[in-house]
C-alpha cells in the first residue's frame, strides 16, 4: 500500500489526543466521551486510581485512553466475549514522542496511535493468541512489520531478522521510530540474508549437501530470505521457510547490504477458483506429503514464490510465515 494511501486512509478515521484536541467524526466506529457511555462490563473493570480520557469501539473490542496521577496515560483494551467485555491488554506508560502527546483511532480491528495531529501513526493488530503488536507504521515513509522483518512499502525493500519489543504492553513509545534509520534500525538482522544475482533471470540451488555435486532442491529467486543455521566456509547451511540444504555464500547478501538486493519472484495469482476455495500448502512438493496450512486469495497476506520445483510446484512463502508446496496449475499471470 502506497504512503499516501495509508496516510489518506488514517485521515478518515477519528483523531484524538489527551492535549484536547476536538473529537471529529470518523466512519463506522463508536465513540464514548464520557464514563456514562461505556458499556457496563468495561466500567466495573476500570482502575480506580485513573482517570478517563476517550474510548472507542472497533468490531469486537474497545479501547480507551486512561490518564495517570503523573499526567501519562495507559491504552485499555477490552474485547467482547458472551459475557460482556474482558480486558485483553493494557499498554506500558505512553511516553510523549519527539514532544507530542498521544492520540488514537480505529479501524476495524486495528489501533492507531498517533502523533503530530495524525501525520505520524503506529498501527497495532491483536495477533491469534491475543496481543497486540506494531504492524505498521507511517514516520517519513511507510513501513509493515511480519514474521519475516520489516518491509518498506515505498521502495519495496525488506530488512529480514527479528524486530523485537513490538507489544503493546511493553513498548516504550518514547523509541518509536521517527526516521527511515530508525525504523531499520528496529531489525536484529544477525543470522539473516538473502539470495543475491545480477541477473534477475538467475536463481541459485538450494543443496542436500555442501557442493555443486549435491542434488538440488530448488533453485530460488533473487530476493528470497534464508535462515543462516551453519557457516561452513564456501558454504552456509540455511533454512528457506523451513526447508534447509545448502547455499553457496557468494550468492548470499547479509545485514544492510538486503536493502540493496532487488526481489525478482514471479509475478502470479492464485486463479479465481483457488482464491476462493483455498489451496493446501504442503511440507513437500508432494500431495502425499503434510498439509501445512490453506492459501486464499485476497486474504490481506503477500505471498512469494521462491523457487519453481519440478516445473509442479512452488515454494511459497507468506507474510505470516506460513511456507511450504503449491501445486502450479493454481497460479496464472493475471491480466498484465
Known amino acids: 500500500m502506497k504512503k499516501a494511501k495509508l496516510l489518506a486512509m488514517i485521515l478518515v478515521l477519528y483523531v484524538t489526543s489527551i492535549a484536547g484536541w476536538p473529537a471529529q467524526a470518523w466512519e463506522a466506529e463508536e465513540w464514548y466521551y464520557t464514563l456514562a457511555d461505556l458499556p457496563v462490563s468495561i466500567l466495573t473493570a476500570l482502575p480506580e486510581q485513573m482517570t478517563y480520557s476517550i474510548g472507542i ?23 467482547k466475549e458472551e459475557n460482556g467485555y474482558q480486558l485483553e491488554c493494557k499498554s506500558a ?22 502523533y503530530d495531529g495524525g501525520g505520524v501513526y503506529f498501527d497495532f ?8 503488536v506494531l504492524r505498521s507504521f507511517f514516520a517519513g515513509d511507510s513501513f509493515s512489520i511480519n514474521s519475516l522483518g520489516l ?12 524486530v523485537s519489543n513490538t507489544n503493546l504492553a511493553t513498548l516504550d513509545t518514547a523509541k518509536l521510530p521517527a526516521s527511515i534509520e530508525d525504523a531499520f534500525a528496529l531489525v536484529n538482522t544477525d543470522g539473516w540474508a538473502v539470495v543475491k544475482s545480477d541477473v534477475s533471470t538467475d536463481r541459485l540451488h538450494l543443496r542436500t549437501g555442501p557442493s555443486t555435486n549435491a542434488e538440488s532442491i530448488g533453485r530460488y529467486y533473487s530476493g528470497t530470505p534464508v535462515h543462516i543455521l551453519e557457516d561452513q ?64 486469495g485476497g486474504s490481506g497476506l503477500a505471498q512469494y514464490i521462491l523457487a519453481n520445483v519440478d516445473d509442479d510446484w512452488y515454494h511459497v512463502l507468506c507474510d505470516d510465515g506460513l511456507s511450504g508446496y503449491v501445486e502450479t496449475f493454481h497460479f496464472w499471470e493475471g491480466l498484465g
Not at 93 to 114: E, P, Q, T, V
Not at 151 to 162: A, E, M
Not at 252 to 262: R, S, W
Request: charged share 20%.
Open 57 to 79: 469501539r472497533g468490531e469486537d473490542t474497545v479501547s480507551l485512553m486512561l490518564n495517570e496521577r503523573d499526567g501519562s496515560c495507559r491504552i485499555y483494551i477490552f474485547r
Open 93 to 114: 506508560s505512553l511516553a510523549d514522542w519527539y514532544g507530542f502527546k498521544a492520540g488514537i483511532g480505529f479501524s476495524g480491528n486495528m489501533l492507531h496511535l498517533i
Open 125 to 132: 493488530e491483536r495477533t491469534h493468541i491475543g496481543i497486540w
Open 151 to 162: 518491509h518498506r512499502f515505498n521502495t519495496g525493500q525488506h530488512l529480514y531478522g527479528i
Open 233 to 296: 566456509g564456501e558454504w552456509a547451511k540455511v533454512s528457506i521457510g523451513g526447508i534447509q540444504g545448502y547455499m553457496m555464500k557468494k550468492y548470499l547478501a547479509y545485514g544492510k547490504d538486503m536493502l540493496n538486493v532487488a526481489q525478482c519472484f514471479p509475478s502470479k495469482f492464485l486463479t479465481e477458483e483457488a482464491s476462493e476455495k483455498g489451496v493446501s500448502v504442503y511440507a513437500g512438493p508432494d500431495t502425499n506429503s503434510t498439509s501445512l496450512g490453506t492459501l486464499y
